[in-house]
């Protein structure tokens, strides 16, 4: 696996494991991470039981257009917003047909974006699990454009792992559904 898109050592794993054990399905929406959150996955091996498939909406249009983001959210908050990430694993889960919905949404670098320093990250996961049916974290990383997309791969894994389970990934799965 690359370490580009490891995550945290066997996260991606462990939460393929949980997942498939659970008989849960997972998609990713992703903007600064391209595609490497949902890559990160699908580099387990029997990853095909549990991930439905991602989109990358790396324009702004294309959150409110194929995942369904509020357009007036985003013209007040833009894209790089906690509420923007909740909408964004929503609509990744709800337009994939997955049980969870991952997103990435904020600024790699190396300069400064839509109002944001480069490293302002929003990680969300969407689940029936999850309080409000879905959450959103700030993240403030350090490092360069690829050390800051990479953290925040990390963070997500870690998130959807925490609502599986904490580190055990283990009785949250029970609260998500079919296990």
Do not use: I, W
């Amino acid at each position: 696996m690359s370490p580009a898109v490891q995550g945290p050592p066997g996260c991606a794993a462990r939460v393929v494991a949980a997942l498939r054990s659970a008989g849960l399905t997972v998609a990713t929406a992703e903007s600064l991470t391209g595609g490497l959150v949902c890559a990160a996955l699908v580099d387990v091996p029997g990853a095909s039981a549990v991930v439905r498939g991602a989109v990358v909406a790396y324009a702004t249009e294309l959150k409110a257009s194929v995942l369904g983001v509020d357009a007036g959210l985003l013209a007040r908050t833009g894209p790089v917003d906690a509420e923007v990430a909740r909408h964004m694993a929503r609509g990744a889960r709800t337009h994939l047909g997955a049980d969870v919905g991952l997103a990435t949404t904020g600024v790699a670098g190396p300069g400064p974006a839509d109002g944001h320093a480069a490293g302002t990250v929003f990680v969300a996961v969407a689940a029936d699990a999850v309080p409000g049916g879905a959450a959103a974290r700030r993240l403030a990383l350090a490092g360069e454009r690829a050390a800051v997309r990479r953290a925040a791969v990390d963070a997500v894994l870690t998130d959807l792992a925490d609502v599986l389970g904490g580190g055990a990934l283990g009785p949250a799965v029970q609260r998500l559904g079919n296990g």
